[in-house]
């Protein structure tokens, strides 16, 4: 299967990664599982699993990455969210492919530190909704792939020559604005930043 250089430069996939989603689509009769990540430039894209539909990938990244509510819902109220009957995320993309309904738990930094994503799961119509203790375990799910991709990112970073970085960072590096320059998401990790950067960000016009 081939895919655009942007995207195959961030899908990867680590084998117990891969195994969490499977067990989570035999345990809740899911039809598809994916991990989506949002990216430094401030886009969405599917990084996992390796083995996904071409048409799913393809029609995401060319029509439905800047519609995906779910995701930036799930993100922004940090808890495991369905997707709404009417949301064109559901009827535009995910019906024509076959998938009745929708559900999505945040995802700390999938891919790039600081940057969120979440994990959304899929279930053909006649699988049925998902239930409150299905969004718990989906939630329990993404915590797991959390877990993983920290150990792995620490494990990677432990084995630069022993290289420390001092250099301080906020743990969320992605924030959204509103109108006049105020922060919408993520002020806390905002306020961290320094005091110029975040005088410079305040006073950038906004389009309307």
Known sequence: ?????????????????????DNLTKDLSLAEAIVVSSLPRGGLQIVQPQRVSEL?????????????????HAISRNAPVRVPANSTYLTE???PLGYGHAAAAPLAEPVFAGY????????KEDQGHFTDADLRRVADAAKRLDNLIASARASRAAGKDGKADFVRRPAIRQFVFGTGGKIQLFGSSFQELDEEIVRQAQSLPVET
């Open 56 to 72: 799913l990938l393809k029609t995401y990244e060319q029509e439905f990455a800047t519609q995906d509510t779910l995701t930036w």
């Open 1 to 21: 299967m081939s895919h655009s250089n942007s995207s195959s430069s961030v899908r990867t996939e680590q084998p117990v990664s891969r195994q969490v989603l």
């Open 116 to 123: 969120g994503g979440a994990l959304q799961v899929f279930r």
């Open 93 to 95: 993309f995910l019906m």
